[in-house]
């Protein structure tokens, strides 16, 4: 049923741009839907892109502009005119029209909004570019349909008819008084049985809910989603109704969150994806490779201290892989365990306390497995006191792995700093540096005690 | 805006409940809504939280119930009768009633069926519980307006208003053939121009798009976002229309995978959250940690080969941490990255052996910029054959695990093996193996050449 992109598929239509087969393209386009498109597209040059887009027809072309990657639709409309920029975005949605224009050069900007036919769409789309990016403002679209209270179910039908002409999907009906501010939602069942001469205040339901410009993204994200809103208003300063988000652009605002989380997570530091240039790849990874080679030097440092006890024990360098290993794997499940419970907000009734306790009881659940079979392994292939020297410290570490796991995301979260930052390398190299000292410190105590 | 609930509210709350002060709870209750009261009963104990959904009044209960925790809502239904349970459900969505239901135990499942009022919705809702879990199936609700094609356009609307009556958001109305299979769609504007006598089959659009009721659920969230839906028909093997899929349903997909790949990538196996019972977090984490500890194993019979030569330069111990640690990092970057596109399916046109070399490319310029580095920190500060060594080894280590990080995720995602679970502990353990090779290599081959 989905079209799947091939990589023959490709090529075989680049073959048909090198010669310039218009019908066979036109042909194989007609099939496909707009996202469709836009992907084979994302996969051309721009100068094959440009052909092909100049192939469409003026309703699908909007569309797939929407839907290509950012970087293409820049390539692309760098070859157009402002005025057939504004051709092409007259007849978006306005949320859409914006997210377009904002992506182009300020001069041009104004000059396309001017060569635009619909001086309506114009204003609107005027109106949401200047709000700032991750605020429901720039979230939110202009097309609604609203009725005011002291109009009829007559007349109010008959505007309703009216407005949906620039709608596709309609979601609400909202009510406003005479100052335009919103004061409830209307069904369209009450409206079909209500008497025809009845007026809208004796029959909408004042119980709305909605943001406002400023509301960030993520929280708008999180209000949809926790009251299962399909759509939500958005409302300015005043009170007045200025627009809508619907739940198909918070999808977008999830999915992006949840992969911002997984890249911090994962040590790199910028917003990239697989297709990115090179050095830009690199410039967002290298500064957590930095820190984590700060870690060990640091943890060479240490491990410098006790030079005596590794020429007499050398058997103590053995382990510590290990130990590193275990500190890093256990920190990255408690923290991750907490960004989540943080993102998801269910940490409510858990006092800071509650939770550290519950994580290191964790911790001593699996530090006492793991050290158990560590110590039989050890006594088994080395002697002893490395055995215990292995399997005391491996407690100790996992316990203090445990333990930074849950307190550092609970901690930067609290500074309002981002804690998907300490699930990664930074919780990973903090582990690494304790545990080294903590094996080093048990070795002194234990082969200095037998 | 969105309410807050605080410690100091729910110990209020409990304090209200246990001197059984009702109408101050159902007063604080009325000014909430239904995803606000679950939120506070999922603080209370089983007792206190039955106590309070006994107030709820008839409309808010249902809607309250589908909203609490899993755990909460079983302790809940434990204290009804077939009976209460069957009426709490009858005006239910049948999605959310078919969740509900398939909660119970199977004995009960069947019981509560035969005991509902709504014969249509409990045969809607026995047909739903039979689809397998992460289906289109199972996520599929029934409420959905439907016209035949040989209809006329007065009857059409007729039909459509007494439909309505179970559809909180018309999204669309589906055309079906004399054979109930799906043939197209009617938008409202159409059917509102169109001559009265006009038929249904003169006026609709056949370009539908569908999926099966056995499509996966990853497969229809991706599709969604691909084309930009907000509902999804879904039809039976014979192409009959059997249910809709709203995009609100599908957002609770799209967040459940991208918490199962964090967990994944953070050596969890099951899905578990920070409330779950201790032994389940335990149990949960300890195999990658085995693993973890595997590898160490490993690593300490590597380093164990080289004992001699520890012996006479323990310097050499200094850098395991920063060997280990740096192939880590790196490793964990390649693969989220390489996870994410796969994700995203945007590997489309790169074969394996393009992203092979881009992040070899990568690694390489990193690689270069942090074995410089700690050329010039180990010169300074140890010898410099250590210096020599470390850096090369670095270098050495970076490459291999860009090298790892990209193709250990491909090639399992080819064997369709979950690739996230490769971003985690398992290239981390990998590279930490062979990193330390490398370096006590190198150590071995530049010590023996000076």
Sequence with gaps: MQFELTTIYVNKFKDSIEQKNNSAIKDQLHELYPADIA??????????????????????????????DEDKREDLLANFSTKEIAEQIDNMD???????????????????LSQMEDIEQASDIA?????????????????????????????????????????DVMYAVYVLDNNEKLIGMLSLKKLIISHPLARVEEIYDADVQFVKTSTSSEEVAEFMQKYDLVVLPVVDQLGRLVGRITIDDVVDVIKEAAEESIQRMSGISDDVDSNDKLWRSSRARIPWLIVGMCGGIVGSRIIGTYEDQIKIHPEMAYFIPLIGAMGGNVGVQSSSIIVQALANNSLINDSIGHKLLKELGVGLINGLICSILILGYAFLIEDWRLAATVSVALLTVVLCASFLGT?????????????????????????DIIGISIYFLVGRLLYGLF
Tied chains: 1, 2.
């Design 39 to 68: 992907e084979i597209l994302n996969q051309l040059s721009a100068k094959e892109a440009a052909y092909v887009y100049e192939l469409l027809d003026d309703e699908t072309a909007p569309e797939v502009l929407l839907e290509l």
């Design 94 to 112: 306005s949320d859409d029209a914006a997210d377009v224009i904002s992506e182009l050069p300020e001069e041009i900007q104004d000059e396309v």
């Design 127 to 167: 109106e949401l570019i200047n709000f700032e990016e991750g605020t429901a403002g720039s979230l939110m679209a202009k097309e609604l349909v609203s009725v005011y209270s002291f109009e009829t179910v007559t007349a109010c039908i008959e505007e309703i008819r009216r407005q949906t002409e620039n709608v």
């Design 407 to 431: 307190f550092v995301p609970l901690t930067m979260n609290r500074f309002k700093i981002n804690p998907a930052l300490a699930t990664g390398p930074f919780v990973t190299t903090l582990n």
